[in-house]
Structures are given as structure tokens and as C-alpha cells.
């Protein structure tokens, strides 16, 4: 079971906009830890879309954005397209488990 | 820019042991706490462990605590992930990682270990 929460999935049709949701608590994202988002293809490495809360790496639409309000983060993707089909995870760091920790991931479809 | 290797995955029976290693470079790394994550077939990303940077303070998920042990040479500018008694559930791709506040996370490709009987 993770430690964060994330919806199983999330779809929209091209050019609608959706956001991810990423549910902590007091020991991670509440106490003001990093989250980051990866996407990850099937088979490859998780690749850093949004890291720090908000910084999108070079190379990254500006369609993607984050965000922090309290024990949660978002992730929000603007005008979809179908090559951002994929799974996206979460992560922070928890002051408890002095450890990474991680959602179960969203699958993005794009209807 | 920073880089991470790992090696040393393969495929053991359960109850054999097995160390992987995570060769780095492009970053101070004596100064970096390390990390340890993994992704079994088809399932999300789990935190495994982790060290300080000095390597004196690990921590470990309950699912691997007194069976994994992760150490470091920083004159080696090595991650360590030495792991006994291997179980099914132990299958996964191993990740090492660098994660420090307010830095662009970085991680190698994988390493991947099969237990299998």
C-alpha cells in the first residue's frame, strides 16, 4: 500500500485539460518536502516531467504544471494529447520513514 | 550531468544473496544522501532504502529491513545494495537515485534481479 495517494486513472479527450491528484499527510508532502512527477513508458525508467512542486525540467511542454496546497500536490496537463498517454507517479520524502515514497501511479488515457 | 550505473542483477534462486552496484559521476558525491528504489513487473515504484552521505545512517523499507544492506565507498563513488535471502516478491527492476531538495532528481536505468526457483 502506498504511503501517497493517487486516483488509479484519469482520461480526457484531446485538448481538455486534467489534473492528477497526489494525497500525503504531515510527514511528507505537509512538511514541505519536494514532490516530483514521473512519466513512465512501459519497459523504460521513470522520467522526471515536474520536480521541486512546480520546475519543469528542459525538454518538457509547458502543458504541464504543478502544484502544492497543504498534504497535497497536483499535476496538471493542458490541452492533452495523445502522446501523453502514460503512467504518472508522485513522489516525496517522509520524515517518519526517513525514506522515498512514492503514489501508485495514474494512467493518463486519451480518449 | 549527473550519472547513474548500476550492475550486478541477474537471476538467483530463493534464499541466495546478491549485491548491486551504482557507479556515479557529475555530481559532488561524498555530499549526496542515496537511495534505493524498485518496480516489480507491472506494479509501481517502491523506496528500498537509503544512506547518508557520510554512509554512517542507512534506513530501510519494512519489506527488505534485515535482509538488504546498503552501504557506500565514497572514494569510489559507489552505491551498494547488498541483498540476502532472497525471496519471489525480491523481483523487480533496482533503481539507485539521487534525490536532494530542490534538485532535479536523477536515476539510473535499472538493474534488473529475477528470484526464481
Known amino acids: 500500500q502506498s504511503v501517497l495517494t493517487q486516483p488509479p486513472s484519469v482520461s480526457g479527450a484531446p485538448g481538455q485539460r486534467i489534473t492528477i491528484s497526489c494525497t500525503g499527510s504531515t510527514s511528507n508532502i505537509g512538511a514541505g518536502y519536494d514532490v516530483h512527477w514521473y512519466r513512465q513508458l512501459p519497459g523504460t525508467a521513470p522520467k522526471v516531467f515536474i520536480y521541486a512542486i512546480t520546475k519543469r525540467p528542459s525538454g518538457v511542454p509547458d502543458r504541464f504544471s504543478g502544484s502544492r496546497s497543504g498534504t497535497a500536490a497536483s499535476l496538471a496537463i493542458t490541452d492533452l494529447q495523445a502522446e501523453d498517454a502514460a503512467d504518472y507517479y508522485c513522489?516525496?520524502?517522509?520524515?517518519?520513514?526517513?525514506?522515498?515514497?512514492f503514489g501508485p501511479g495514474t494512467k493518463v488515457t486519451v480518449l | 550531468q549527473v550519472q547513474l550505473v548500476e550492475s550486478g542483477g541477474g537471476v538467483v534462486q530463493p534464499g541466495m544473496s546478491l549485491r548491486l552496484n551504482c557507479v556515479a559521476s557529475g555530481f559532488i558525491f561524498r555530499k549526496d544522501a542515496l537511495y534505493w528504489v524498485r518496480q516489480a513487473p507491472g506494479k509501481g515504484l517502491e523506496w528500498v532504502a537509503a544512506?547518508?552521505?557520510?554512509?554512517?545512517?542507512?534506513h530501510y523499507a519494512d519489506s527488505v529491513k534485515g535482509r538488504f544492506t546498503i552501504a557506500r565507498d565514497n572514494a569510489k563513488n559507489t552505491l551498494y545494495l547488498q541483498m540476502s535471502d532472497l525471496r519471489n516478491e525480491d523481483t523487480a527492476i533496482y533503481f539507485c537515485a539521487r534525490v536532494n531538495y530542490g534538485d532535479y532528481p536523477s536515476w539510473g536505468q535499472g538493474t534488473p534481479v529475477a528470484v526464481t526457483s
Open positions: 513522489q516525496s520524502y517522509d520524515s517518519s520513514l526517513r525514506g522515498l515514497v
Open positions: 544512506i547518508s552521505d557520510d554512509g554512517k545512517i542507512p
